[in-house]
């Protein structure tokens, strides 16, 4: 089976720009939860989805926002990008026993 | 809120040396706590995991303890390599009767670097 899945890897964009980042968890799980990883730091909860629902949001404002499809990926959307908001962002989903989220690669997004 | 404090680094070792990193939590209830780890350019990985006081995890050489009395998670290996240079982060997830069931929280990192 494969794990979870993100694209792109990489991704430039300017200052007030908008970028949409994609995940998929791993095949069968309906949960996806979705990271960022400022440099030099531990990963911060964004937020999580179950079943098409969001379930938990963590610190973020409102330019971030997620939505989870019928076949269970999701999205990542940001809104007027600041330079902040450069980091690398992880999407979770559990394996096997759901007490254990498996991460993806990430997307590494770089707003200049 | 929960809260996960690791030691500061980074941490430089010989080959064989033996490692520890240390990791404590605030939590309500009885969350479970896990080590991930990082390689330059790579996502997170997962090292090993407990889920209830006592409980000791184990991966690839590496052993980590759940310390409920000192709120601990403390990692370990005997001997180390150059191979296992990479990040370590420690984590809680709290249990199903608290609204942050589900949500990871991370200690900020713990850089190793083993020299041959």
């Known amino acids: 089976d494969a794990g979870v899945t993100q694209s792109p890897t990489h991704l430039i964009k300017t200052r007030g720009q908008h970028v949409t980042l994609r995940c998929s968890p791993i095949s069968g799980h309906k949960s996806v939860s979705w990271y960022q990883q400022v440099l030099g730091q531990g990963p911060q909860f964004i937020f999580q989805?179950?079943?098409?629902?969001?379930?938990g949001r963590g610190n973020f404002p409102d330019r971030f926002s997620a939505r989870q499809f019928p076949n269970y990926s999701s999205e990542l959307n940001v809104n007027a990008l600041l330079l902040g908001d450069s980091a690398l962002y992880l999407c979770?989903?559990?394996?096997?026993?759901?007490?254990?989220?498996?991460f993806g690669p990430g997307t590494r997004l770089t707003v200049l | 809120g929960n809260s996960v404090t690791q030691m500061e680094g980074p941490v430089t070792l010989s080959e064989e040396a033996f490692l520890t990193i240390n990791c404590t939590y605030t939590a309500t209830g009885y969350p479970s706590l896990f080590w991930y780890v990082q390689y330059p350019g790579e996502g997170l990985q997962l090292l090993l995991k407990?889920?209830?006081?006592?409980d000791k995890g184990s991966n690839k050489g590496f052993e980590a303890t759940y310390r409920k009395e000192t709120t601990s998670f403390h990692l370990e290996k005997g001997s180390v390599q150059v191979s296992d240079s990479a990040v370590y982060f420690c984590?809680?997830?709290?249990?199903?009767?608290?609204?942050?069931?589900?949500?990871?929280?991370f200690g900020q990192g713990t850089i190793l670097t083993v020299h041959p």
């Open positions: 407990a889920t209830k006081a006592d």
């Open positions: 984590a809680l997830k709290g249990d199903a009767g608290g609204t942050s069931y589900g949500k990871l929280t």
């Open positions: 989805y179950y079943e098409k629902e969001e379930r």
């Open positions: 979770a989903s559990p394996g096997q026993t759901t007490d254990t989220q498996y």
